[in-house]
């Protein structure tokens, strides 16, 4: 293994997926380094959510690599990939306490009941909801459940966060309170994200580089500025560049 390996979180390598004739995902090649914010951004059908489930465990690609942590991942499952995720419907446990809801993950990964405490307790200061330990998801707003979402993925600290439009379902003004807070957790943890919109204005404030997919392949990957600014294409410029 290389050094360069070691410091990435996060590589794909000519990752391909196929559902019978179509081919959702061809020849996908990305890096994810230490702290670095990265957005699958592009319309829908374009390959986003099925390259983020390959990644996580829950699809199986036909060919190519994923390392996780410079750890071959391609085949584990998922639960043994050092991974945590928050999807727009990755819904918390109903009949489960919050505590119970983060401890979970922990509770699966054998951690001593002092430990976990100690660690639910963390986030849940970490998303500005200490006091929410004892009540029931359905006694919390909509933004509070995905805080408590956010909360339950880091909560074993581990290499890659992975998002799915974890805003999707918010309305407005609660969605762009939750970027800046999830820009905020990502600089203060350091941790590194792979994000998923559809939505470019988000995937402009929020990334440190965006990756542009359409018809199931990465159409240009680079900063914001270089997306907007040079987009390479017409579809790029159309999607998101200033002409748009
Ligand atoms: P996005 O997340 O960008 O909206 P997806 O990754 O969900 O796109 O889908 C990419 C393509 O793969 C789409 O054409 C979609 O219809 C197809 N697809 C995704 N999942 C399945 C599945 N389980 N079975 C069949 N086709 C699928």
Same mark, same amino acid.
């Given at each position: ?40 951004l592009g319309p !829908? +059908?374009s390959?986003k959510?099925?390259?983020? $489930? /390959?990644? %996580?465990?829950?699809? *199986? @690609? ?78 919390? !707003? +909509? ?6 979402? $956010? /909360?339950? %993925?880091?909560?074993? *600290? @581990? ?54 997919m359409r ?30």
């Open positions: 293994m290389t050094t360069s390996q070691v410091q990435k979180k996060l590589q794909v390598r000519q990752l391909r997926k196929t559902f019978g004739d179509l081919v959702a995902l061809e020849g996908a090649d990305l890096d994810l380094a230490d702290g670095e914010f990265l957005t699958l !829908s +059908g390959g959510t099925t390259l983020l $489930l /390959a990644i %996580a465990g829950l699809n *199986e @690609p036909d060919s190519g690599e994923i390392h996780i942590d410079g750890r071959l991942a391609t085949f584990l499952p998922s639960y043994k990939r050092d991974i945590g995720m928050v999807f727009q419907n990755y819904a918390l446990f109903p009949h489960m306490t919050i505590f119970d809801n983060i401890a979970f993950a922990l509770k699966m990964r054998k951690w001593p009941k002092d430990k976990t405490t100690e660690a639910v307790e963390r986030v849940l200061e970490i998303v500005q909801l200490p006091h929410v330990a004892t009540r029931y998801p359905r006694q919390l !707003s +909509g933004g509070q459940q995905q805080r408590i979402a $956010l /909360a339950r %993925a880091m909560v074993y *600290e @581990p290499s890659v966060i992975l998002m799915d439009e974890p805003l999707g379902a918010l309305d407005k003004k609660l969605r762009e309170q939750l970027q800046l807070e999830i820009k905020r957790l990502h600089k203060e943890l350091n941790i590194a994200v792979l994000y998923v919109t559809h939505d470019q204005e988000e995937a402009l404030v929020m990334s440190d580089r965006i990756c542009l018809e199931g392949r990465i159409e240009q990957l680079g900063t914001p500025t270089e997306l907007y600014f040079r987009p390479r294409t017409l579809f790029a410029a159309d999607f998101l560049g200033e002409a748009n």
